[in-house]
Antibody, heavy 115, light 107 residues
Framework: EVQLVASGGDSVQPGGSLRLSCAASGLNVGDNHMSWVRQAPGKGPEWVLVSYSGGGTFYADSVKGRFTFSRDNSKNTVYLQMNSLRVEDTAVYYC?????????WGRGTLVTVSS | DIQMTQSPSSLSASVGDRVTIACRASQDISKSLAWYQQKPGKVPNLLIYAASTLQSGVPSRFSGSGSGTEFTLTISGLQPEDIATYYCQQHKTNARTFGQGTKVEIK
């Protein structure tokens, strides 16, 4: 069974930084395309980025230049470095296996940006 | 980016009713479309991919159709456990986008 568990969410002030982690089991992150998707309270899901197993990462315009994806195949973990956080980045963040569509969705982690 | 527009934004139907949700893409996405179900307090769950292929384990009362810019999710015989918000999502381009959602309630 594939499991993806995100962690690292916290409450931060605008302009702050956070690093989210997502530990995978049942799949090798190095062999899979991976995305981060977020969902603000009471809103629909919003795609954040996709990183292809063969290389290449694409970001939503709303996070471009502020968020950075990385993966550590030895730890079977992917990361999301979030800088210059804004109030509108408040959301539950999910890492997902991306095969065009998203499946499965892991357990998310809540990021709250507030002064 | 490709914009995805769902209609209606909400609907109320009786148990056993046939329910149809529409999703329109702002440009041709071929069949690069998925549907998700999100129950209150839960994570979205993939129902259908490639516009019409049922994900394993999803009840056969769910079906999807369409290609190009017009797509439909149909629930043939609404059940109480189908109360949820449904989202479409395109993956024709690197910039994946979701529809705004359709909330389904029981009348």
């Amino acid at each position: 069974e594939v499991q993806l568990v995100a962690s690292g969410g916290d409450s931060v002030q605008p302009g702050g930084s956070l690093r989210l982690s997502c530990a995978a089991s049942g799949l090798n992150v190095g062999d899979n395309h991976m995305s981060w998707v977020r969902q603000a309270p009471g809103k629909g899901p919003e795609w954040v980025l996709v990183s292809y197993s063969g290389g290449g990462t694409f970001y939503a315009d709303s996070v471009k230049g502020r968020f950075t994806f990385s993966r550590d195949n030895s730890k079977n973990t992917v990361y999301l470095q979030m800088n210059s956080l804004r109030v509108e980045d408040t959301a539950v963040y999910y890492c997902v296996r991306d095969w065009g569509c998203f499946d499965p969705w892991g357990r998310g982690t809540l990021v709250t940006v507030s002064s | 980016d490709i914009q995805m527009t769902q209609s209606p934004s909400s609907l109320s139907a009786s148990v056993g009713d046939r329910v149809t949700i529409a999703c329109r893409a702002s440009q041709d996405i071929s069949k690069s479309l998925a549907w998700y179900q999100q129950k209150p307090g839960k994570v979205p769950n993939l129902l259908i991919y490639a516009a019409s292929t049922l994900q394993s384990g999803v009840p056969s009362r769910f079906s999807g159709s369409g290609s190009g810019t017009e797509f439909t999710l149909t629930i043939s015989g609404l059940q109480p456990e189908d109360i949820a918000t449904y989202y479409c999502q395109q993956h024709k381009t690197n910039a994946r986008t979701f529809g705004q959602g359709t909330k389904v309630e029981i009348k």
